[in-house]
């Protein structure tokens, strides 16, 4: 299989962005994006009228196929370097987020699709 997960993790946060989004306007959050290399992908904080973070919430998005009718495992990523060190490739520092929330989608592959040209056409096809 020739794919790339960085791609489809992309696209699911691309997804998942909106309703973030929406229910965090709803809650009084602001939301804040990070690059692709810093933890978390999402993180939502709520501040009191003098500005003082009452919840700082970081949330992942982490993706998965299925392959042989299991899940495989979930990667880490960035989640992984700033374990070792809690300012390294983080938005805020890890002190100031309340909760760690992970989304995560499990995905099926399909096979890709077969490229044609004149020479091997199906048959029934005409050109």
Same mark, same amino acid.
């Given at each position: 299989m020739d794919y790339d997960t960085k791609v489809i993790n992309t !696209?699911?946060?691309?997804? +998942?962005s909106p309703v973030l989004?929406?229910?965090?306007?709803e809650h009084g959050f602001i939301v804040e994006n990070a690059n692709q290399t810093t933890y978390p992908d999402f993180t939502l904080t709520r +501040?009191?009228?003098f500005n003082h973070i009452i919840q700082?919430? #970081?949330?992942?998005?982490?993706?998965?196929?299925?392959l042989s009718g299991r899940p495989m495992g979930l990667v880490p990523g960035s989640y992984k370097s700033f374990i070792r060190n809690d300012t390294k490739n983080i938005?805020?520092?890890? +002190?100031?987020?309340?909760?760690?929330?992970?989304?995560?989608? !499990?995905? +099926?592959?399909? %096979? #890709?699709f077969?490229?044609?040209?004149?020479?091997?056409?199906? %048959?029934g096809w005409r050109y």
């Open positions: !696209i699911f946060e691309r997804l +998942s989004r929406t229910i965090a306007r +501040s009191d009228d700082r919430i #970081a949330i992942d998005i982490k993706t998965t196929c299925y938005v805020h520092h890890d +002190s100031t987020y309340t909760d760690h929330w992970v989304i995560g989608f !499990i995905y +099926s592959r399909i %096979s #890709a077969e490229e044609y040209d004149l020479t091997n056409t199906p %048959s």
